[in-house]
């Protein structure tokens, strides 16, 4: 016993949970910034957005210490249960969710939103590390491929259904990271991509929502509508821009501070980084977003069978495409989505969820040896 708590205590990274910490203080102190115009005044401390986040942290981290001592190689025996579990609570959500911003989304549980989209992805992660694995001697065959890509598309189809363009897009890139690491042949990947992208256009036109269309024409031209739609898309990009090199201070961005800035401490908490602590700032976060996906790597590289690696790679995906789309978002590369910013982003299903996954991730980092059952 005390063989196995030594050999856990060495294996531990601790340069992965130091870099998710940083991220995290990070987060506190762009929402804290951020919610200051409408948190002004002494209110119910428990509601404050600082408050909430620093619990759900607290939550999220117990989950991780708690998962990173189970063998990881145990989530591959109720791959079935959980994949029942996410689509049972997409369906729900579809069914009886709060509305919130045009779309459903939410769950409430106990006076909390829950979005269970956020955890489908880590789901997805986990689901189609299992099946692959499963059948490695056979993944160069279509029916492999296109049997992975169905286990996808049923989430994606709804998790859009809600509408939710940007997570339905991550559980695709999910899936396209996994089965390029499990060794899919590149014709079968080629060809899916020449398909997507001549029918693409076709069934944007047949499938998007008037909501999803006008956030697509937003994104186009944000001045056609600059006081509706536009609005945020374009104080975005004034509050990024004016930060320049070192940012006009913690607290002190105009944007920010005037509320011109909506959902700030979550869709557009990039936007309050830029514009406060400017450029320097952003190339901090993109230091500590690069060692904690570097490490995750390091994970995948050094695990000892196919499971483990692919946990890691999917994990990894599942962490990068989220930046990228959230930051694509504040500087329009990509249109509004709606995706947290990982690890700084305000909102407890997003944040707990993430600390599940580096979990797992230690569990890959600390159980290399034969299986502890």
């Known amino acids: 016993m005390r063989t196995e708590k030594v ?13 998710a910490l940083a ?3 990070f987060g506190i102190v ?45 989530l591959g025996y109720t791959t079935i249960f959980l994949y029942a579990g996410a689509l ?9 969710g709060q509305a919130i911003y045009g779309s459903r989304r939410w769950i409430e549980l106990a006076g909390t939103q829950v979005q269970p989209s956020e955890l489908t992805k880590l789901i997805l992660v986990i689901v189609l590390a299992k099946y692959l694995t499963d059948r490695q001697e056979r993944i160069g065959q279509l029916t492999v491929f296109v049997t992975s890509l169905a286990i996808a598309l049923v989430p994606m189809i709804l998790v859009f259904a809600e509408p939710d363009l940007g997570s339905a897009v991550i559980l695709l890139a999910i899936w396209l990271a996994v089965v390029i690491m499990a060794g899919a042949r590149s014709a079968h990947v080629l060809g899916l991509i020449a398909s997507a992208a001549i029918v693409a256009p076709f069934a944007l036109i047949a499938v998007v929502s008037d909501y999803q269309r006008e956030r697509i024409a937003t994104f186009l031209d944000p001045g056609k509508d600059p006081l509706g739609s536009g ?33 700030q401490t979550t869709d557009y908490v990039f936007s309050v980084l830029g514009e406060e602590l400017g450029f320097v700032g952003v190339v901090i ?3 500590l977003f690069v060692v904690l996906l570097m490490r995750g790597l390091q994970t995948a590289s050094s695990s000892r069978d196919p499971f483990g690696r692919l946990l890691a790679t999917g994990i990894c995906a599942y962490i990068l495409f989220q930046v990228f789309i959230n930051i694509g978002v504040n500087i329009r590369l990509v249109p509004v989505t709606g995706i947290p910013l990982p690890f700084i982003s305000q909102g407890g299903s997003s944040l707990v969820t ?17 299986p502890e059952w």
Not at 45 to 56: D, G, M, N, S
Not at 88 to 96: E, G, N, R, S
């Open 231 to 263: 609005f945020n898309t374009l104080q975005a990009e004034i509050s990024i821009g004016s930060g320049r090199l070192f940012g006009k201070g913690l607290t002190h961005g105009t944007q920010t501070q005037l509320d011109y800035l909506r959902t």
């Open 285 to 287: 976060l993109f230091a």
């Open 23 to 25: 991220l995290v203080a």
């Open 354 to 370: 993430l600390f599940i996954a580096l979990g797992i991730l230690q569990s890959v980092s600390t159980h290399r040896g034969p």
């Open 88 to 96: 049972a609570a997409l369906t729900f959500v579809l069914v009886a």
């Open 7 to 19: 050999s856990y205590i060495r294996s531990f990274d601790y340069v992965m949970l130091l870099s």
């Open 30 to 74: 762009l929402i804290y910034s951020g919610s200051l115009a409408n948190y002004a005044s002494p209110t119910d401390v428990i509601e404050h957005p600082v408050a909430r986040q620093v619990a759900f942290a607290v939550i999220g981290l117990i989950a991780m210490f708690t998962i990173s001592r189970i063998d990881y190689r145990l």
